[in-house]
Structure formats: structure tokens, C-alpha cells
């Protein structure tokens, strides 16, 4: 019954590497989104879709790509990690009308 | 854009003891804020939020007071427990970029049993 989730929990990878990281939630909401959580607990947004149509894209490298197949799923894939790209990555939802965001549990990326 | 600034970042209290938590915000057009606990190695859970129409709202032993004309608003934990100790962060969204929210730094509360 988990709301908004994502795999995997922990990811450990090489610089250099190409990731994914995936979201789903099952709350019928319309509006995803994408957050880095710093190492100082710092919490800013990446990028918004809404009904698969990007809406929020922030200052962030074009090495990091969102894709949204359909509205309950949203990706992350990052090409040629760095190791400045180390964070806990959330998604996040709410409904189209409604501000509430609900997160997922996070993902930590670790680059070596 | 908008600017949120949270005080303080870390906040000991002993337990049954309330707990404040202050944030400003900078652009007038902000009209919901949100408040969020984050619990270790989970991510953020809203657990209360106020609009720029209201001045004031309660939630059992949460409450979150908003002053426009100031531009700052707070959280309030009174009855604090053990369980309460979390990172709290405040946000702030505008009329005319309601998905956007921007975080505040976070507080770091320790309720000492």
C-alpha cells in the first residue's frame, strides 16, 4: 500500500557510470517531482512533470534526464556520474489541484 | 526568486517542553507553507500547512502561525516527545508557481527524554 516509491533504496556506483532511478506512486496524483537532499540536508527541486509534460526543469545539468512514460511513473537517469552528483534523491507527488507533496522514501547515490 | 530562511538549525528540549521553530520568507506572492518532519534515513511527511488566508492553525500538539505583513511564519510542538525528534523543514510556494516549493534549510530537533 506504499504511496510513492522508488528503487532502489541505495545505489553505489562509479564516476563516469550511467544510472536510473525509478518512481511510482499510487495515489492518482497528476503532478511528480524530482528533489536532491544534499549532504547538509539541503532540499531543492530538479524538475516537475505534470501528466508526462515537463513543467519545472531547475538549473541542473543536462547529464540528468526525466522521463515520464505515464502519470504514476517518473525516472531519473544521470549519464557520466560525478562525484558531486553523491545525494539522497526524492520524488515526490501531489494532485493536480491540491499543493500537498508526498515523498518517497529517497534514494541515496553514492559515486566513487 | 523566493528565499526561505529557517531558525534555528539545531533545537535541544527536554521532553514536555514546547519547541519553536521560525522561518521568513521574501516574496509576497508565497500563500502556502508547508511544513515537513523528516525522520532518519525516510523522507519528508507534510505533517501540517497553512494558507495566506488563515493566520493561525492547530493540529493536536502542532500548530503553525503565519504573519504576512512580516513575512514569517512558525511551528509550534508543545507536549514535545521523544518521537518528535526529526529534522523539520518549512516551505514556501507562490500564487503563480504553485508546484515549486522552496525549502527551508531544516531544524534539527532533539528532545531529550
Known amino acids: 500500500d506504499t504511496a510513492v516509491s522508488q528503487t532502489p533504496k541505495y545505489l553505489v556506483t562509479q564516476m563516469g557510470n550511467d544510472k536510473s532511478i525509478k518512481c511510482e506512486q499510487n495515489?492518482?496524483?497528476?503532478?511528480m517531482y524530482w528533489y536532491k537532499q544534499d549532504s547538509k540536508k539541503f532540499l531543492k527541486i530538479m524538475f516537475s512533470?505534470?501528466?508526462?509534460?515537463?513543467?519545472i526543469n531547475e538549473t541542473v545539468p543536462n547529464r540528468f534526464s526525466p522521463k515520464s512514460p505515464d502519470k504514476a511513473h517518473l525516472n531519473l537517469h544521470i549519464n557520466s556520474l560525478e562525484l558531486g552528483d553523491s545525494a539522497v534523491y526524492f520524488c515526490?507527488?501531489?494532485?493536480?489541484?491540491?499543493?500537498?507533496?508526498?515523498f518517497g522514501p529517497g534514494t541515496r547515490l553514492t559515486v566513487t | 526568486g523566493e528565499n526561505v530562511e529557517q531558525h534555528p538549525s539545531t533545537l535541544s528540549v527536554q521532553e514536555g517542553d514546547s519547541a519553536v521553530i521560525k522561518c521568513t520568507y521574501s516574496?509576497?506572492?508565497?500563500?502556502?507553507f508547508p511544513w515537513y518532519k523528516q525522520e532518519l534515513g525516510k523522507g519528508p511527511q507534510l505533517i501540517i500547512d497553512?494558507?495566506?488566508?488563515?493566520g493561525e492553525k492547530k493540529d493536536q500538539r502542532i500548530a503553525v502561525t503565519l504573519n504576512k505583513t512580516a513575512k514569517h511564519f512558525s511551528l509550534h510542538i508543545t507536549e514535545t516527545q521523544p518521537e518528535d525528534s526529526a529534522v523539520y523543514f518549512c516551505?514556501?510556494?507562490?500564487?503563480?508557481?504553485?508546484?515549486?516549493?522552496?525549502f527551508g534549510s531544516g531544524t534539527k530537533l532533539n528532545v531529550k527524554p
Open positions: 516551505a514556501a510556494s507562490t500564487s503563480y508557481n504553485f508546484n515549486k516549493f522552496y
Open positions: 495515489l492518482g496524483h497528476d503532478t
Open positions: 512533470y505534470n501528466n508526462k509534460e515537463l513543467i
Open positions: 515526490a507527488s501531489s494532485p493536480a489541484t491540491i499543493r500537498e507533496q508526498y
Open positions: 516574496d509576497s506572492a508565497s500563500n502556502y
Open positions: 497553512i494558507r495566506s488566508n488563515v
